[in-house]
């Protein structure tokens, strides 16, 4: 059986890569619709091998499809999810729109798949560096309980779409060639002040709240939360951005419950873990990076380490493809579960 799928903001930087997965996985699809705005639209892609012209997205645009992966921002999703709904059809949202709704499941298969059975039409998939995080923290709790968890990320720039990499890419060109340059994205495109990101780092991923951290470190504390089943776990989160075009790496220190453990019952239960693949070998220099997890599916863990002060506490190094198992990886994934549970 195949089934009609609708991609909404089919021309981004998460949108080709669903298209992509959709292709690689060999998804049961009858027919598939593109999707995106007015700006957008009469753009030609390329799937399975034949042309397909991105339409438009309206109400409409939802009559038939079985499922529709969103990727066009948070506020198209506002607008065009309940409609989606309302035609039958079940959204697996990757914007921000519906993720603390206590209505809406929020699903990383990996952790919380049972949470798909509670779906009323809109599942929402998680930000990109809170999904990699709880892959790797999921097999940890599972043996040894986790009480704490405070993160440090180091963010590409593709985690804020394909205008973000461009800018990269020219502030690169022009500062190696003593050219000037107006940064115009980075850090926010709507926030007041953009500042270089070739050769920086940048301590600002969204918008600051109220509390002084930023809209993605807020993300990240809840949605972990939430995706864990754990309101009371302590988290706190500083991401920031750097030069680098696709991969999140993450820097993270945790405490267990159980005493006593060595970093290697750490590993082990890492390995237990699914979709994760420990690259954890000082003595060979082996650890992940972004550069060797892009195009791959899998969450990379490496250099865990026990504390040298706290018994239960623990540091590890995260790193997955932002666009993969960071947002159409995870989506796709969301869409083959909710066949193999028959919830579609
Ligand atoms: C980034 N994590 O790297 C963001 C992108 O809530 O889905 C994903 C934003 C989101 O800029």
Redesign the pocket.
Known sequence: KGYHVAVLGATGAVGQQMMKTLENREFPISKISLLSSARSAGTVLKFRGEEIVVEEATPDSFNGVDIALFSAGGSVSKIFAPEAVKRGAIVID???AYRMDEEVPLVVPEVNEEDLKLHKGIIANP???TIQMVVALEPIRKAFGLNKVIVSTY?AVS??GTAAIQELHEQTKAIIHGESFEPQILPVKGDKKHYQIAFNAVPQ?DKFMDNGFTF?EV?MMNETKKIMHMPDLKVAATCVRLPVETG?SESVYFEVEKEGLTAKDIQEAVISGAGIVLEDNPSEQLYPMPANAVGKNDVFVGRIRKDLDEDKGFHMWVVSD?LLKGAAWNSVQIAESLIKLGLV
Request: contains cysteine; aromatic residues 0%; proline residues 0%.
């Open positions: 990757n914007t921000s930000n990109c560096s963010q985690g804020s991923i993605e993300k999140h932002n």
